[in-house]
């Protein structure tokens, strides 16, 4: 037998034939839709009068434009109404099931796949969105694709894709105090840069990631698109396995021991050859924070904010200057104190219910700084009930944090939740762009840890002073 | 969709060789609210106005000859970042036809060719030869897919790479979703086979 990667298996396995061209036509097991990159994929079917292929295998939520008020309904945002009214027209008419606003499934995408068993080990899962890779920590391949695949998934559940080159990414050592699956991937985004994975397929893989809870390895193959690339997993184990038992939409009773025969043979082979190898040292790592307008701007809490005018490289340092300018930090000045408006606790990143109590952990007894504004979001509509079964939403609102409902929210800012010009926000989402959080905002990516830190200090704070 | 058929053409190249170009900035979040908003006046919102609304003056795409535009020479990782296909169609909007950098982001990259949009790589020196050139008045860049070839205002011809199927479908305008029915018998039989071998994946009962 060949020796395969993790990868290579899925993918082989998924492959209906070569295309003349040299792509694979691979089948497509699960195909997720949010709001706001579907109506146009649905125009173009109709205009073609194509039917969806298999509604039984789509899911649909509303998770990018919805208000996350706590008391909210479609009349919430006026400027989602349009979007949120097409996913839920088209949705009925093909008879695709369909989670939006007000369904107790609700939820960011890529948070009620794994929540629901939609996503399961070895499947390939497709979403018009960019952190589809989330899949990856339950070992899918979760491939985040643009409107025009989106409408070629419906029409005909597969995928016409060139094969990725493989990326293995070793995370050794133990991670210390304070240091959670974010740090890691921050940290790896730092020591490689955000073009390492272009056209790979990344497989996480070490002693580090095998230790990570299995929401862990959730946050770490959600950044994996940050790395340039659209794939990044993690071999599923028994740890994934428990996860997933009992789930919505899990196999159960004599399917389940088929499907778990079936998954314990996703490994990368002793002997399986990658087209690249990285490995990374997390044992000396302080918790991480981006201090620019890349992800690979990052910097442990306790370092200080490069230094342009050092940087030999011309184009990096005039990279590095306009990123100083932008994020109005001062080069040199350590990172901690640095104060802040806003925290943002929510997205497919770091909105599970381990988050949520990470978070929590560390607000306890605490209060949200004086003029600091700080939001909770949780990822999904059964994280918040879970959340507030468990009490947590009442630490968070006696903390002085706002307690919001599901949605992408602050991450994205394309409902009303919008970081105030010039503001600067510490955030667990996944992006640092400039405007991405709103006209001027400045965002810095951190843990939930990390973020409440900075919401009860007023400033950016190492948080394994708080712990 | 079907995307018009990619002919060769001359034309005005707009520099920006910025690196990590990301989506959000080639399309900002607020275009992405309506199905209907207009994106030609959306690409590189945040950089080609200021906060009233004005054009920022200094701003590539507001200078007289790059208004006009058909070529975007970009920098490395472009379009990195969301998978918003609008990125795309905002440059195709704006009269974007050809975009020329060192190098890619994987959706971003799919998303071009879909809508007819040359995403062609080329060597960092031969960017920055095409980017002095590109101020000049009437500098008119020429694009030649059959033969790979950007040809300068100077004369000088740059090599640039695409792959020979995307190159292929771009000239045809295929409709990718017609070539992939083609095979929905390959894709018939695959879902007969799974179905027994994996039958938790497509048989969801009630459970949806
Ligand atoms: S939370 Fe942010 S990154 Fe995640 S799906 Fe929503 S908008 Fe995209």
């Given at each position: 037998?060949?020796s395969?990667?993790?990868f290579?298996?899925?993918?082989?396995f998924h492959r209906?034939r070569?295309?003349?061209?040299?792509?694979?036509?691979?089948?497509v097991?699960r195909?997720?839709?949010q709001?706001t990159?579907?109506?146009?994929?649905?125009?173009?079917?109709a205009e073609?009068?194509?039917p969806?292929?298999?509604?039984?295998?789509?899911?649909?939520?509303?998770d990018?434009?919805v208000?996350t008020e706590?008391?909210?309904?479609?009349?919430?945002n006026p400027?989602?109404?349009?979007?949120?009214g097409?996913?839920r027209?088209?949705?009925?008419?093909?008879g695709?099931?369909?989670y939006?606003?007000g369904?107790p499934r609700?939820?960011?995408?890529?948070?009620?796949?794994?929540?629901?068993?939609?996503?399961?080990?070895g499947?390939?899962v497709?979403?018009?969105?960019?952190?589809?890779?989330?899949?990856?920590g339950l070992?899918?391949l979760?491939?985040?694709v643009?409107?025009?695949?989106?409408?070629h998934?419906?029409?005909?559940?597969?995928?016409v894709l060139?094969?990725?080159?493989?990326?293995?990414?070793?995370?050794?050592?133990?991670a210390?105090?304070?240091?959670?699956?974010?740090?890691m991937?921050?940290h790896?985004?730092g020591?490689f840069?955000?073009?390492i994975?272009v056209?790979h397929?990344?497989e996480?893989?070490?002693e580090?990631?095998r230790a990570?809870?299995?929401?862990?390895?959730?946050?770490?193959c959600?950044?994996?698109?940050?790395?340039?690339?659209?794939?990044?997993?993690?071999a599923?184990?028994e740890?994934?396995f428990a996860?997933?038992?009992?789930?919505?939409?899990a196999?159960s009773?004599?399917?389940?021991?088929?499907a778990?025969?079936h998954?314990?043979?996703?490994?990368?082979?002793?002997?399986?050859?990658?087209?690249?190898?990285l490995?990374?040292?997390?044992?000396?790592?302080?918790p991480q924070?981006?201090?620019?307008?890349?992800?690979?701007?990052?910097i442990?809490?306790d370092q200080?904010?490069?230094?342009?005018?050092?940087?030999?490289?011309?184009?990096?340092?005039?990279?590095?200057?306009a990123?100083?300018?932008?994020?109005g930090?001062?080069?040199?000045k350590?990172?901690?104190?640095?104060?802040?408006?806003?925290?943002?606790?929510g997205?497919?990143?770091?909105?599970r219910?381990?988050?949520l109590?990470?978070?929590?952990a560390?607000?306890?007894?605490r209060?949200?700084a004086?003029?600091?504004r700080?939001?909770?979001?949780?990822?999904s509509?059964?994280?918040?009930?879970?959340?507030?079964a468990r009490?947590l939403?009442?630490?968070?609102?006696?903390?002085?944090?706002e307690?919001?409902?599901?949605?992408c929210?602050?991450?994205?800012?394309?409902?009303?939740?919008i970081?105030p010009p010039?503001?600067r926000?510490?955030a667990t989402?996944?992006?640092?762009f400039?405007?991405?959080?709103?006209?001027k905002?400045r965002t810095?990516?951190?843990?939930?840890?990390?973020a409440?830190?900075?919401?009860?200090?007023g400033?950016i704070?190492?948080?394994?002073?708080l712990a | 969709m079907?995307?018009r058929?990619f002919?060769?053409f001359?034309?005005?190249?707009a520099p920006l060789?910025?690196?990590?170009i990301?989506t959000?900035?080639?399309?900002?979040?607020?275009?992405?609210?309506?199905?209907s908003?207009?994106?030609?006046?959306?690409?590189?919102?945040?950089w080609?106005?200021?906060?009233?609304?004005?054009e920022?003056p200094?701003f590539?795409?507001?200078?007289?000859?790059?208004?006009?535009a058909?070529?975007?020479?970009?920098g490395?990782?472009f379009g990195?970042?969301?998978?918003r296909?609008a990125?795309?169609?905002a440059?195709?909007?704006f009269?974007?036809r050809c975009v020329f950098?060192?190098?890619?982001?994987?959706?971003?990259?799919?998303?071009a060719?879909?809508n007819?949009?040359l995403?062609?790589?080329?060597?960092?020196?031969a960017?920055d030869?095409a980017?002095?050139?590109?101020?000049?008045?009437?500098?008119?860049f020429?694009v030649?897919?059959?033969r790979?070839?950007?040809?300068?205002?100077?004369g000088?011809?740059l090599?640039?790479e695409v792959?020979?199927?995307?190159a292929e479908?771009?000239t045809r305008?295929?409709?990718d979703?017609?070539?992939?029915l083609?095979f929905?018998?390959?894709i018939?039989?695959?879902?007969a086979?799974?179905g027994?071998?994996?039958?938790?994946i497509h048989d969801l009962?009630?459970r949806?």
């Amino acid at each position: 037998m060949v020796s395969r990667s993790l990868f290579d298996k899925i993918w082989d396995f998924h492959r209906i034939r070569a295309m003349d061209d040299g792509r694979d036509l691979v089948f497509v097991d699960r195909h997720v839709l949010q709001e706001t990159t579907s109506a146009v994929a649905f125009d173009g079917l109709a205009e073609m009068m194509r039917p969806v292929r298999f509604p039984g295998l789509t899911f649909a939520t509303q998770d990018h434009i919805v208000s996350t008020e706590l008391r909210r309904d479609v009349a919430s945002n006026p400027g989602g109404r349009e979007l949120i009214g097409l996913m839920r027209a088209n949705a009925e008419r093909h008879g695709i099931p369909m989670y939006g606003l007000g369904d107790p499934r609700q939820g960011i995408v890529h948070v009620i796949g794994p929540e629901l068993g939609i996503v399961l080990p070895g499947t390939i899962v497709a979403c018009g969105d960019s952190h589809t890779s989330t899949a990856g920590g339950l070992g899918a391949l979760g491939i985040g694709v643009g409107t025009s695949e989106v409408e070629h998934v419906l029409a005909t559940q597969t995928l016409v894709l060139p094969k990725p080159k493989t990326l293995r990414m070793r995370f050794d050592g133990k991670a210390g105090l304070g240091i959670t699956a974010k740090d890691m991937v921050l940290h790896a985004l730092g020591q490689f840069g955000i073009a390492i994975g272009v056209g790979h397929a990344i497989e996480y893989a070490g002693e580090a990631i095998r230790a990570l809870p299995v929401e862990g390895r959730l946050t770490v193959c959600n950044m994996s698109i940050e790395f340039g690339g659209r794939l990044g997993l993690i071999a599923p184990d028994e740890a994934a396995f428990a996860y997933i038992k009992g789930r919505a939409f899990a196999p159960s009773g004599e399917m389940w021991a088929r499907a778990v025969a079936h998954w314990q043979t996703l490994f990368t082979d002793e002997a399986a050859i990658f087209d690249r190898e990285l490995s990374l040292d997390i044992s000396k790592a302080a918790p991480q924070i981006t201090w620019g307008t890349t992800q690979e701007d990052v910097i442990g809490v306790d370092q200080a904010i490069p230094d342009p005018d050092t940087i030999a490289d011309m184009d990096r340092r005039q990279r590095i200057a306009a990123a100083v300018e932008y994020m109005g930090v001062t080069p040199g000045k350590p990172i901690a104190g640095l104060p802040v408006d806003v925290v943002f606790i929510g997205s497919c990143t770091n909105a599970r219910l381990s988050d949520l109590e990470a978070a929590a952990a560390i607000a306890r007894g605490r209060h949200v700084a004086p003029g600091v504004r700080a939001l909770v979001v949780p990822g999904s509509s059964a994280v918040k009930r879970e959340a507030e079964a468990r009490g947590l939403d009442k630490v968070f609102t006696d903390a002085g944090f706002e307690w919001r409902s599901a949605g992408c929210s602050m991450c994205v800012s394309i409902n009303e939740d919008i970081v105030p010009p010039g503001a600067r926000c510490v955030a667990t989402s996944n992006r640092n762009f400039e405007n991405r959080q709103g006209p001027k905002a400045r965002t810095h990516l951190a843990s939930p840890a990390m973020a409440v830190a900075a919401a009860v200090s007023g400033a950016i704070t190492d948080v394994r002073r708080l712990a | 969709m079907k995307p018009r058929p990619f002919t060769n053409f001359s034309g005005i190249a707009a520099p920006l060789p910025l690196k990590n170009i990301n989506t959000d900035a080639i399309i900002p979040a607020p275009y992405l609210r309506s199905p209907s908003a207009d994106l030609a006046a959306g690409l590189f919102a945040r950089w080609r106005y200021d906060d009233q609304g004005q054009e920022v003056p200094d701003f590539v795409l507001n200078r007289a000859p790059f208004r006009a535009a058909e070529i975007l020479l970009g920098g490395e990782n472009f379009g990195c970042g969301s998978s918003r296909e609008a990125a795309a169609w905002a440059l195709a909007r704006f009269g974007i036809r050809c975009v020329f950098a060192p190098s890619y982001a994987d959706i971003f990259y799919e998303n071009a060719f879909r809508n007819g949009i040359l995403a062609a790589k080329l060597s960092l020196e031969a960017l920055d030869h095409a980017v002095s050139l590109a101020g000049a008045e009437r500098a008119m860049f020429a694009v030649d897919l059959e033969r790979r070839v950007l040809a300068c205002p100077d004369g000088r011809e740059l090599g640039f790479e695409v792959p020979a199927f995307r190159a292929e479908a771009l000239t045809r305008g295929d409709d990718d979703i017609a070539t992939t029915l083609r095979f929905s018998e390959d894709i018939a039989a695959f879902v007969a086979r799974d179905g027994r071998e994996r039958s938790w994946i497509h048989d969801l009962g009630d459970r949806a």
